[in-house]
């Protein structure tokens, strides 16, 4: 950690500042990031118990007609499941019911939960100088129902299409708030037969997309200049340039900084490793954290490496982590859509991690 720098304090009745990674080590910066997402989930759980959320859900039930859930579970994903989130993204909440409601209903559902947290929340930083310098922007974001009753869970969006399918919404997920009985548990193990089922299907969908990830983060043999771009609806996305050495970051443009390369890489190819295994006690207990995921993989066989081997891999991730933040928090702060990196030092570490997670993989 930089001189003079302590890991800052929070309280749970407001939202956290940003962290500036630029005043952390990158292995620094992982456990202060960590720290910040159990202070974003604390805030979070508070507002929505506050908003009575809950109770909202079994109003809109009952004018509709539709049976009483027992049991609601209100769960977090994504980078928030990961303690991953970085300085721009919202909080995404999955609403998880027991009973079987109608695709309206739960649509309804969705549209009055994410009116109610737009309109009710804002962040409020600790920092007095942070708080005027910046607009005020709205703490959640998406929400998504999901009945364990009806499924499938495995698809994102209710139409079922090909590329909706994200069963890492619920590996990568942690627990906000509930009325009754955990129901982030029994939605795993139901995920799980999912996959034993659509093993085919998911697979070849996961792969597919690990194959784009590892074209940015490397390029390919015939074409090296395809690294740090990606394809999005045809056109061509620059995420970031070792030539210059430069990092993008703009929602507005698709560019994520390294998010789409060895970042998704790495959560990609671990999400595989531990499907391909079709057995419960990995996928049903798989953790949310990616470090976590490695050591949980690797401790169970999964995957194959020595000790050292195991902390190198941890410690390129946890690296462009904090380069990918870099990104986010200069556009969060300043506006600014580049920041400029070591451009030896990064293409050094995208070998690394290119080859370690091929080595770990078993490939």
Known sequence: MRKGLTMPVYDETQFPAPLDPEQFEPDEYATALSGRNL??????????????VIDQIKGIAREQGASESRSIELITTGSDGRFEKG?????????????KVRDGVAKQMETELEATLAKSVEVTYLDAELEQRLDPTPIFSNVEVKNLADGPLMYFERNKARWALWPSRLIDAAPLIRDGDCLLDAARTQLYQEITENSRLILEVEKERRRNFAVTTRGTQEDPTKVGTNRMKGNRIVQFSLEDGMAFYDPSGHQTSFKHGPLRLVQAGLQIEAFQTMDSTVICNLPSPTIDKIFFLHDLGVIQANYTEMLEFA??????????????????MEGATSVSFD???????????????????GK
């Open 87 to 99: 300085p721009t993204s919202p909080v995404d909440v999955i609403v998880l019911l027991s009973r």
């Open 39 to 52: 202070a974003i989930q604390a805030v979070a759980k508070g507002i929505l118990s506050r908003a009575e």
């Open 315 to 332: 410690q390129l991730y946890r690296y462009f982590l904090w380069q990918y933040h870099r990104s986010e928090y200069a556009y969060r």
């Open 343 to 361: 451009p030896i030092q990064v293409r050094e570490n995208l070998l690394a991690i290119t080859r370690l997670e091929e080595q770990l993989r």
